[in-house]
């Protein structure tokens, strides 16, 4: 059993409800969105004659060899992201079975049904709203999952009100929102928190940074 894998590596979470913990970083490849602003575009836009979206970085990788990967690392906190960690749910089940005592969040857009819900702490979902260029989709992880919160891409004011309707049409609580700045470069996120902050204070929303933007710009592996 083997996982397409984009890459995997050691560094703090930078976004959603565990910002600033250390983690390790399984990020798996493939996405069935196209986000016009998507920052990891490497996961799934580089397609070869051999898989769909294997490349030079976009590999399959043995169970055994991901567990070892994952292992050299003395911290057991893992986060699994993508592209969509969820389109390969099912080769997953084998890795997080030999998992036992580690903390896992996945990061998701919210558009597959979970079957490995039992094994996670904690899931970041992120539905993609018109911004992002994708049609419209249903949310498959509701928010009655004690472990889902609901993290939001701003890149203007307009987009609040669709995220406002978003919410409220799919009776996602206030407390489980996170509103988070689009971009890639220190500059723009800087300059977009300061008035996503304005609208959490004002409605009871959580913000969260993109704590490896501002400190690394659009660098990989980091
Ligand atoms: S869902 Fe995530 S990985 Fe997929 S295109 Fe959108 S931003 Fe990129």
């Known amino acids: 059993m083997s996982l397409l894998v984009s890459e995997i590596f050691y560094s703090i979470q930078g976004e959603g409800p565990n910002v600033g913990k250390p983690a390790v970083?399984?990020?798996l490849a493939g996405c069935?969105?196209?986000?016009?602003?998507?920052?990891s575009k490497f996961t799934w836009n580089n397609q070869s004659s051999n898989s769909k979206f294997q490349t030079k970085s976009n590999v399959q990788?043995?169970?055994?060899?991901i567990l070892q990967q994952i292992r050299k690392y003395k911290c057991k906190h893992l986060v699994i992201t993508?592209?969509?960690?969820?389109?390969?749910?099912?080769?997953?089940?084998?890795?997080?079975?030999?998992?036992?005592?580690?903390?896992i969040e996945i990061e998701t857009n919210g558009s597959v049904k979970l079957k490995i819900n039992k094994y996670l702490e904690q899931i970041n979902c992120?539905?993609?709203l018109k911004s992002s260029g994708n049609p419209p989709?249903?949310?498959?992880?509701?928010?009655?999952?004690r472990k889902a919160v609901y993290k939001f891409v701003v890149a203007k004011k307009s987009d609040l009100k669709e995220i406002e309707k978003y919410i409220k049409s799919n009776k996602i609580p206030t407390d489980k929102v996170w509103l988070m700045p689009e971009g890639v470069n220190k500059?723009?996120?800087?300059?977009r928190s300061k008035w996503i902050i304005e609208i959490c204070k004002k409605n009871g929303y959580n913000?969260?940074?993109?704590?490896?933007?501002?400190?690394?710009?659009?660098?990989?592996?980091?």
């Not at 749910?89 to 005592?101: F, H, S, T, V, Y």
């Not at 989709?137 to 999952?145: A, D, E, G, R, V």
């Open 137 to 145: 989709y249903s949310l498959m992880i509701k928010p009655t999952n």
């Open 126 to 128: 992120s539905p993609k």
């Open 187 to 191: 500059k723009v996120v800087q300059e």
């Open 61 to 65: 990788v043995s169970i055994s060899k």
């Open 32 to 39: 069935n969105l196209r986000c016009k602003w998507c920052d």
């Open 82 to 103: 993508g592209g969509e960690p969820t389109l390969q749910q099912d080769a997953l089940i084998p890795l997080l079975e030999r998992l036992n005592g580690y903390y």
């Open 207 to 222: 913000f969260s940074p993109r704590l490896h933007v501002m400190l690394w710009g659009n660098k990989r592996s980091v």
């Open 25 to 27: 970083f399984l990020r």
